[in-house]
């Protein structure tokens, strides 16, 4: 579905990662590994980008600052998901009053993350770990095939981040996330890809990375 | 060591350069300037001012509670007509064409505005209404584009592919930024009170009209009440002006202005004015076939260059160059007086009241005071506007110094020496961003204080109304407006050089809690 063949990726003129070689195949579970600053989210970025350019609709996204309209309730930052399957007009309709059919589906979104209830509440005065569950119900209420999450659960505790990440899977049939816990990347991932320095150094199926080779991706 | 060094010297001198070219010009622009003391007896005519205002008359109460009235009215009627119109604009701000369309209706100050729309509409309601909403739609469209450009950009990345533009400014552009819409349009709301208030000079029945009624018939303690009334106006603005009201503000000023009882025109106004009025003379009167007719037009041209638009524009730079240097040194001056640790708890008390009076009277108003007082040269012209602004340009810079002192160190010290070593390096440099943005508005006042009779752009184009040679007054707005522009260019140009683009101008909206207006940050 996408094959990245020795590009160069990068923002604003600055190269992140040069000479990528990244494929994605339907079906897969992704999970990038890696330091802070390796490259993850450019990669993830290319990604959801190069998909979009394919004219591809049915993908879903959860932004590293998750992109989230804090003046908002968390109702419109999930009906934010669907913008594109309905007319303007009817979107303003729902901007100024929120119509009983989209509150159901809202709220779904809002169960399967453990916000059920709360979709008039303002964003601004959810919690960290709360706002962050309001972007995966966005990704969830919009639906589709894939799934491009950079650091999506990293705002809530082990226990629920591997519950989160299980419904994710559940839901979307391909997925690549950007994890930093790795026993969670073990727990879902079908494929490990390690970036260090810009390098994709692992890029294997999970259960076939050692332990020492992701210890050497964290190393100094 | 040493590139260091020189990095770090060039900025300021750079700026004490800057400065100093500034204040070498008004000097040298000192001989040439008219500043004489043209009244016939300053001094007795400022006496007898000064007992009128200390004893106000408040007999005319009826009228002046009328002018009241309508004064509100035209501000709210035209501040939401322009805020509406400039709302619209603001997300075509990008494009060219639209960008020139502001820049050009804001380049016009709104009386001339009132007075050109006067040939057209007559003293009525609408003439008043538009004079406001023109002018302030280029400045909303302007304001309100740049909270949108500067509002957070990632949740409209975060959008899904393929979702329509209206659906993402509704959702993801306009939410971020509605906050500061509306903040600004309440400050604008204030500005649009002054300007209501002067567009009683040029004869629509707001207090200006009062006022000069008033001051003609040399009754001062009936002007007084006028001042004390629209003083309140603008003190009390927070306390009536509230959002959930703003819908029936504006219906219930629309029905007050629909009862306006004004002088009828003659059918066929604006065709006339556009197909007629402002075309110019030769080419009126004679055959656009004709080589004559365009030779006559050239020499209309030159004429007007020559005898109106060029000593009218020397005259509106003189004014201004002079007026911002004043401006500075009240301001230098001024803003000390807001820093209880400089001047005391009492200095501070007066420090307030000067500089709130001295900005919240209209530059027009002053001029006219001090026309009276000094009589009709430069001068008059030069103080009242250096007062004005210098009074915004202290305002601004007390509030960002209270901020630099709160961050001072605990044994600084206090009194001049705080001022001078603490405070005025730190502030020197938005000081000067500050003067380079008032220069511009300065010189759009100093242009309109000429219909007081003082030599600027203003007076020649008030002569050629009075003439009815609309044509005439035209070309010479067109001129002011170029210089406007120019003088713009200039102004951005040299704070970029100097570095002092961004935050130290823009308007420093409060915070949510805060919830004050913000202050007079230049956009005026």
Redesign the interface.
Known sequence: MLHLQGETLGYGGHVVLPDVDFALHPGERVVLLGRSGSGKSTLLNAVHARLAAQGRRDLALVPQEHGLVPQLSVFHNVYMGRLDRHRAAYNLVNLVWPLAAERRQVEDALRAVGLAGMGRRPLGALSGGQKQRTALARAVHRGGAVLIGDEPVSAVDERHAAELVAMLGQRFRTMVLALHDVALARLIATRIVGIRKGRLVIDKPASRVGKDEIDALYRL | MRFIASDRRWRPRGRIATTLVFVGIAVLLLPVADLRIAGHDPWAELGRMGQGLLAPDFSAIPSLSRAAALTVAFALCGVAAGALAGFLLAPLYGRGAVRALCVAARSIHELFWAILLMQVTGLSATTGILALAIPYAGIFAKVFSEYLDEADP???????????A???F???RL??A??EFGTYTLYRLECGLRSSAVLGFVGLPTLGFELDTFFRQGMYGAVAAVLIVYYLLIATIRLWMRWPLAPAYVLAAAWVLSGLRTPPMAPGALMRFLGHDIVPAPLRNGSWGDPATWDSLGAWVGNLALDQALPGLAATLIVAQLAVILAGVVAVIGFPLLLRPVVGRLGVWFGHLGLVIGRSTPEYMLAYVMLQILGPSMLPAVIALGLHNGAIIAHLLGRQSQGIHAGLRPDASAGFDLYAWEILPRIHGNFLALCFYRWEIIVREAAIVGLLGIGTLGFYVGAAIQEIRVDRAVFLLLVTMAATIVIDMISRRSRASLGLTGASTRPALPTERDGRLPGYEGLD
Do not use: K, V
Request: hydrophobic residues 50%; glycine residues 10%; proline residues 19%.
């Open positions: 990632r949740p409209a990345h975060a959008m899904p592919p393929g979702t329509g209206i659906s993402i509704f959702f993801a939410p971020l509605i906050r």
